[in-house]
């Protein structure tokens, strides 16, 4: 399984992103989770997806704000983040869960794609 993610740019404090995540094949029946992490900080669990996307979940600092879509046909997975904040500013990684479902551990994530860079200004 491979993923790599896309999308991350510099904005300011109320636009929006569209982060990508591309996998291969043989994780289209994963979960596919968000992460972010801000230098010095650890990663932290954003949103995921079930494998068929009838399940979603989202950290409660993004609630409202992003939203996480899947396209099985295409295997890739999108995160809309809109009315971003400074504090989003962080390294966005994408990873296949090792279940359908998905959760909000990091260590139930592998592998885990190239992050793309968010940055945030006031």
């Known amino acids: 399984v491979q993923l790599q993610a896309s999308g991350g740019g510099m904005v300011q404090t109320g636009d929006s992103l569209r982060l990508s995540c591309a996998f291969t094949?043989?994780?289209?029946?994963?979960?596919v989770g968000w992460f972010r992490q801000a230098p010095g900080k650890e990663r932290e669990f954003v949103a995921t997806?079930?494998?068929?996307?009838?399940?979603?979940s989202f950290a409660d600092s993004v609630k409202g704000r992003f939203s996480i879509s899947r396209d099985r046909a295409e295997n890739m997975v999108y995160l809309q983040m809109n009315k971003l904040k400074p504090e989003d500013t962080a390294v966005y990684y994408c990873?296949?869960?090792?279940?359908?479902?998905?959760?909000?551990?990091?260590?139930?994530?592998?592998?885990w794609g190239q992050g793309t860079q968010v940055t945030v200004s006031s």
């Open positions: 997806i079930s494998w068929n996307g009838d399940i979603t």
């Open positions: 094949t043989t994780a289209s029946s994963n979960a």
């Open positions: 990873a296949a869960s090792v279940s359908s479902i998905g959760s909000t551990e990091p260590q139930n994530y592998r592998p």
